[in-house]
Every structure is written in structure tokens, then in C-alpha cells.
T-cell receptor, first 114, second 116 residues
Framework: SQQGEEDPQALSIQEGENATMNCSYK?????LQWYRQNSGRGLVHLIL?????REKHSGRLRVTLDTSKKSSSLLITASRAADTASYFC??????????????FGKGTKLSVKP | DTEVTQTPKHLVMGMTNKKSLKCEQH?????MYWYKQKAKKPPELMFV???????INESVPSRFSPECPNSSLLNLHLHALQPEDSALYLC???????????????FGSGTRLTVV
């Protein structure tokens, strides 16, 4: 079962524009992570935000986390055609106290047109 | 070495075949994972190994059999698969199986499996 739900499911923008993707989740978390996947190949870890953090930056990426609303957003600024990919948020699932197993949301497919 | 290597990249097998998927990492990670991903769907967790011991089995059918021979290797043995098992199989690793550690996962490029 999915823990996270991304919104929108698909996003098409022009190069240079900003892209914002949202993620909602259901249970309490220790951290929330964002991953990128090109053309159905392996996933690449982009950024991790801890439950006690509200915002984090990495290059052109900005992630926010609102634990009261159980939601996160990923902002990609000044997008490039090479940013075209699927983006997934992922949270950990609690197995009776054993945590740390990532469960992925449905993903947002981002298309950046030159 | 900061990679997870999966072999083969593509595999076509019949429903009566026995095959194995292999995954290798040399980052000293002590948690390794198998995920299954169908087209246009998110990855779904199958198995978790922590310190070479099976930690989580997400109710995966017995035709999938994982094995962790040592801390660097993870195998997935396949037998009597069905066409609906066709998918991208992803291996991943992390420092430890612990959310407290707050580590990201490193994924391999996957094996694209087709069952005919």
C-alpha cells in the first residue's frame, strides 16, 4: 500500500519555469525523502527532510515539510529539459517498531519542454 | 564505490524456468532491499535484509526467494513465475534499516523482467 500521494500526477512546463510537486502522507514519520526516476530505470535520491525540519535546500531543489498537515512539497527552480523524469516522495513504514523501510507515493511525471 | 550494481539488466524467462537476479554493493551498507515496479506505478517493497538476515517479507509469493550470501550481495531466485510478474525489479541499499539514521537509499538500475 502507498503511504504517500503526489499531486499533480503529471506536470508539463517550459524550460526556465519552476515546478512544484506536492506529497501527502498518512501516518507519523521520521523523515520524508524525494527520489527521481528517469525512463523506468533506477531511482536517484534527491533530498531527505527530517520530521523536525520545515525546509531544506539542495541546489535548485527546495523541500518543505508540514507535519501538522502531513504534507511536503518539492520545488525545482529554473527547470531544464534534463529535469524531465518521474518524482516520488517516500516515507518510512512502521513495522511494529522496526522502521526505516521506504514506501513510495504514486509519483509525479514532470515534462520540461525546451 | 557508491553504486548498487544489478545483473542482468534484462531477462526474458519462461514460466517453467529458474533464474536469479543479482545485486551487489560495496559501500558497507548493512541493509538491502528488493522492490518490484510495474509500469507507471511506484516501487513496491518486497523484501528487506538487515545485517544479512531477512527482516521483512511483504507477503511475497514463494516463487520469489531472496538470499543474502554476504553483506555485499543480494540475490532474488525466481521459479515458476507468471506473466503478471513481469516488471522492473529494483535493488537498493542503505547504511542501516533504521529511520532514526535518516539515510537515503541507493538504488541499482534494475532488472527488467519479462515472463513469457
Amino acid at each position: 500500500s502507498q503511504q504517500g500521494e503526489e499531486d499533480p500526477q503529471a506536470l508539463s512546463i517550459q524550460e526556465g519555469e519552476n515546478a512544484t510537486m506536492n506529497c501527502s502522507y498518512k501516518t507519523s514519520i521520521n523523515n520524508l525523502q524525494w527520489y527521481r526516476q528517469n525512463s523506468g530505470r533506477g531511482l536517484v535520491h534527491l533530498i531527505l527532510i527530517r520530521s523536525n525540519e520545515r525546509e531544506k535546500h539542495s541546489g535548485r531543489l527546495r523541500v518543505t515539510l508540514d507535519t501538522s498537515k502531513k504534507s511536503s512539497s518539492l520545488l525545482i527552480t529554473a527547470s531544464r529539459a534534463a529535469d524531465t523524469a518521474s518524482y516520488f516522495c517516500a516515507t518510512d513504514k512502521n513495522y511494529g517498531g522496526s522502521q526505516g523501510n521506504l514506501i513510495f507515493g504514486k509519483g509525479t511525471k514532470l515534462s520540461v519542454k525546451p | 564505490d557508491t553504486e548498487v550494481t544489478q545483473t542482468p539488466k534484462h531477462l526474458v524467462m519462461g514460466m517453467t524456468n529458474k533464474k536469479s537476479l543479482k545485486c551487489e554493493q560495496h559501500m558497507g551498507h548493512r541493509a538491502m532491499y528488493w522492490y518490484k515496479q510495474k509500469a507507471k506505478k511506484p516501487p513496491e517493497l518486497m523484501f528487506v535484509y538487515s545485517y544479512e538476515k531477512l527482516s521483512i517479507n511483504e507477503s511475497v509469493p514463494s516463487r520469489f526467494s531472496p538470499e543474502c550470501p554476504n553483506s555485499s550481495l543480494l540475490n532474488l531466485h525466481l521459479h515458476a513465475l507468471q506473466p503478471e510478474d513481469s516488471a522492473l525489479y529494483l535493488c537498493a541499499s542503505s547504511h542501516r534499516q533504521s529511520a532514526i539514521a535518516n539515510y537515503g537509499y541507493t538504488f541499482g538500475s534494475g532488472t527488467r523482467l519479462t515472463v513469457v
